[in-house]
């Protein structure tokens, strides 16, 4: 076991229970060798296939057959990968992980950080860990062209949607969480295919968890992703527009109401009536040829003015409500507190004071 193990493990007062959950389509060419490389240090490794038309799944079961700490989920149809994640973060909730792990089965992501990544779980700061490609340049030059300006634009498109503006690698498959988190998630409600890793995060912006990135290297060899760059460029501006819609809703107006809110609200009627009022009058001036007062042209430009002032400031407070206190920290301290309450013993009832007085 290396050193960064057994710190790892000394981290707790019993050895951290720390499942691996590994989503399996169409990787029957590397995903032996990824689970290969996993450590002593997973107490279970749980691979769903996906209804693989490689027959990942079997192979896995007879490479591991003497494998305890390896079990085989079997989807009986192609659900996508973040339903199998569901499946399996399901499966490692019951059987009592401390912290649940992404790993792909492609071979890009290192089983061996995998135990850097669940540190700062452990050691109480942050609720959930993502791998960051992009801190090292040379690793950034070894991704391809396409992919990089991709997964530079949906990382932009993330942080807009979940809050989680301290994030530079949002799609990041590479990925451990809390047990007591995953328990608070509606998992039921997660994308079910590759929006999994984007939704993921809006959800955890919704309870207010903590995130925080670690610098890995990925490896591009002969893998294809099976996700269609133009899918994604087609989808994924819709589905981070719903999140994002939801998460203001949530976060300013449902659950609390402050300066931010207020802002918001000022700057979105201020910039509409200052364009549609600009634009009316320009149109107005352009089929009079008559030009537009001075009058006219400051009622149009202070409104947008002010309405783009008003949100970029509410930009500038969203980016300062990014979540800094872990929520499983807060969590442990409702149930002891509960427990506690359950626990201590009902108070003597009142002395009755209807009796006659001598």
């Known amino acids: 076991m290396s050193p960064s193990t057994v710190e790892l493990v000394q981290t707790r007062e019993h050895a951290p229970r720390l499942a691996v959950v590994i989503p399996c389509f169409k990787v029957r060419a590397h995903v032996v ?20 038309p490689e027959g990942s799944g079997a192979l896995i079961e007879q490479e591991f057959a003497g494998d305890e700490r390896v079990r085989v989920l079997f989807h009986e149809r192609n659900r996508g990968v973040g339903a199998a994640m569901i499946t399996g973060y399901r499966a490692a909730l019951e059987d009592g992980a401390d912290v649940l792990i992404k790993i792909d089965g492609d071979g890009q992501m290192d089983p061996r950080l995998a135990p850097q990544l669940a540190r700062p779980i452990l050691a109480g700061e942050a ?40 994030l530079f690698d949002a799609t990041n498959g590479f990925t451990a969480l809390h047990a007591k988190v995953a328990r608070e998630l509606p998992l039921d409600k997660l994308h079910p295919r590759y929006f999994f890793e984007s939704d993921m995060l809006f959800r955890l912006a919704i309870i207010r968890a903590k ?11 002969d893998e294809r992703s099976n996700l269609s760059e133009l899918r994604s460029l087609l989808t994924f501006p819709l589905l ?4 994002l819609l939801k998460r203001i809703l949530y976060n300013y107006f449902l659950r609390g109401f402050g300066p931010a809110s207020l802002l918001l609200v000022a700057g979105v009627i201020l910039l509409g009536f200052g364009m549609v009022f600009g634009t009316l009058a320009w149109i107005g001036s352009a089929r009079s040829g008559v030009p537009a007062s001075a ?6 430009a202070l409104p947008t003015l002010g ?17 800094t206190q872990t929520l499983h920290s807060r969590i442990h301290r ?11 013993p009902a108070p003597a009832s009142l002395p009755s004071q209807t009796g006659s007085a001598e």
């Open 307 to 323: 309405g783009f002032q008003s949100l970029l400031t509410f930009g500038l407070l969203d980016v300062m409500s990014t979540p």
């Open 295 to 300: 009058g006219t042209v400051m009622l149009a």
């Open 33 to 52: 060798d990824v689970i290969r490389q996993i450590g002593p240090w997973a107490t279970r490794v749980y691979c769903v296939d996906d209804a693989c």
């Open 211 to 221: 995130i925080v990135e670690l610098p890995m290297t990925a490896v591009y060899g």
């Open 127 to 166: 609720d959930y860990v993502k791998g960051n490609r992009f801190f090292d340049a040379g690793t950034v030059s070894a991704m391809p062209t396409l992919r990089l300006l991709g997964n530079a634009g949906l990382s932009l498109l993330t942080k807009v949607s979940t809050g989680y503006w301290n």
């Open 334 to 344: 409702v149930r002891r507190l509960q427990d506690q309450l359950t626990a201590a």
């Open 240 to 243: 981070h527009t719903r999140n």
